[in-house]
């Protein structure tokens, strides 16, 4: 098992930065994913950024250029450092660990972002 503790999240005017945490504890071993998704409402979740055990990374367009996704393997925690904020970055930021061997995909319990225009 994995538990993910977000933190992080909160009210920020527009054009502001956010930095989001994640924690992880339990079985992380072998090479896996974590990644930050995001659900506004009556919307689907949706991924935002990604960054492997190696340190590769991908992002959403509509993040690229603000949004930097980074990772400290030691204290096993992902970043996501949220700059330029905008009104439709308002959601609900989900972490996400994906491990491929053995499988596994566990999900934190969310962190509220809102952004005041």
């Known amino acids: 098992q994995v538990q993910l503790v977000e933190s992080g999240g909160g009210l920020v005017q527009a054009g502001g930065s956010l930095r989001l945490s994640c924690a992880a504890s339990?079985?992380?071993?072998?090479?896996?994913?974590m990644s930050w998704y995001r659900q506004a409402p009556g919307k689907q979740r949706e991924l935002v950024a990604v960054i492997s055990s190696g340190g590769s990374t991908n992002y959403a367009d509509s993040v690229k250029g603000r949004f930097t996704i980074s990772r400290d393997n030691g204290k096993n925690t992902v970043y996501l450092q949220m700059n330029s904020l905008k009104p439709e970055d308002t959601a609900v930021y989900y972490c996400?660990?994906?491990?491929?061997?053995?499988?596994?995909?566990?999900w934190g319990q969310g962190t509220q972002v809102t952004v005041s225009s």
């Open positions: 339990g079985s992380i071993f072998g090479l896996n994913v």
């Open positions: 996400n660990f994906r491990r491929i061997v053995p499988p596994g995909d566990y």
